[in-house]
């Protein structure tokens, strides 16, 4: 078996949550939730002070730490941390960081350690500084720009796009051609600014794609048409075990009993759903204009993940 830490990483909401929860169902992984979080399982460490970190010849303190938490070396001060970055009282993501603490102490207890499996969209920009640290093995999501936008929209999720402009190497590596757009920031309009975020990523994953064939990239659409197949072909893919009982639990999730929409509008996840219906939520929820929006603005990044009829 390869023991070789597992990345579940794209753009946010293109389903990493789902994807890590469902791989996650074996024992033979251990959920680890996002490090690059500026609020996730390192927050006490202050070294992800920013979003979407760009790791390119960086060492320390990036590598030490990410070891340390692949080794389930996580400390109690760590997991009830109650400050943030900027050294304010906040409780984001609070139970998460518990709940590995507690993990790391069953897996030390056991002295038998599972895979490592970390699910972080904001890894995105430093999946090759990960890889070649950790041979880690990524699986990495698209999803349709349409749908991105949408959900970024009825979260009220706005973005900052200092947050790539400051990273020089980043701009010059990667986004470039994006930077007039970025400077502008479409700050009072945020369908614009949540496509202009998708094409920024989606770029770098397509540049992924066409450098890295060994990596996985499974779009966020296929996954939920037949979730039962494609899982499978997952598991099998990450030399993981699926078993009738995962098989059970995914079509459990996934099945069109469950609801297609959340019921909550402002609800961030809802792991059980009608994964099916929920591939053309946004057409429900984006007006024509708005669509014709984003996919002018996203046609030249999309129409190497999607085609006319996904319109």
């Given amino acids: 078996m390869n023991n070789s830490p597992i990345l579940v990483t794209g753009s946010h909401r293109s389903g990493t949550t789902w994807v890590g929860k469902m791989l996650a169902l074996t024992d033979e992984v251990q959920y680890v939730y996002e490090c690059f979080h500026p609020n996730g399982i390192l927050r006490k460490k202050r070294i992800f002070d920013i979003w979407f970190k760009y790791l390119t010849t960086e060492t320390e303190p990036f590598a030490s730490e990410l070891k340390r938490i692949f080794n389930y070396n996580y400390t109690f001060s760590e997991a009830y941390s109650l400050m943030d970055k900027d050294g304010k009282f906040n409780l984001r993501n609070t139970p998460v960081r518990i709940e590995f603490y507690q993990a790391c102490k069953r897996i030390q207890r056991k002295g038998i350690a599972p895979i490592p499996l970390m699910k972080d969209p904001i890894t995105?920009?430093?999946?090759?500084?990960?890889?070649?640290?950790?041979?880690?093995?990524?699986?990495?999501?698209?999803?349709?720009?349409?749908?991105?936008?949408?959900?970024?929209?009825?979260?009220?999720?706005?973005?900052d796009f200092s947050n790539f402009l400051e990273q020089e190497p980043l701009m010059k590596d990667h986004l470039h051609t994006f930077a007039d757009e970025m400077k502008s920031g479409y700050k009072d309009n945020p369908v614009k600014e949540a496509a202009l975020l998708w094409n920024c990523l989606h770029h770098v994953i397509y540049s992924y794609k066409n450098s890295h064939k060994e990596w996985i990239f499974k779009r966020h659409e296929d996954l939920s048409s037949d979730p039962v197949r494609e899982f499978n072909g997952?598991?099998?893919?990450?030399?993981?075990?699926?078993?009738?009982?995962?098989?059970?639990?995914?079509?459990?999730?996934?099945?069109?009993?469950?609801?297609?929409?959340?019921?909550?509008?402002?609800?961030?996840?809802q792991l059980q759903r009608d994964s099916r219906a929920n591939i053309k939520n946004w057409k429900k929820r984006l007006s024509a204009d708005q669509i014709a929006v984003i996919r002018e603005m996203t046609a030249e990044i999309a129409v190497n993940f999607y085609s006319d009829e996904d319109w």
Avoid: C, M
């Avoid at 041979?135 to 970024?152: E, G, K, N, T």
């Avoid at 030399?239 to 297609?260: C, D, V």
């Fill in 124 to 159: 995105i920009l430093s999946v090759p500084w990960l890889v070649k640290h950790f041979s880690i093995r990524p699986v990495i999501l698209i999803r349709h720009p349409a749908a991105f936008v949408s959900s970024l929209v009825r979260l009220n999720w706005r973005f």
């Fill in 234 to 269: 997952l598991y099998d893919s990450l030399g993981l075990t699926f078993s009738t009982e995962i098989e059970q639990k995914i079509t459990a999730f996934t099945s069109s009993e469950n609801i297609g929409e959340v019921t909550n509008q402002k609800q961030i996840h």
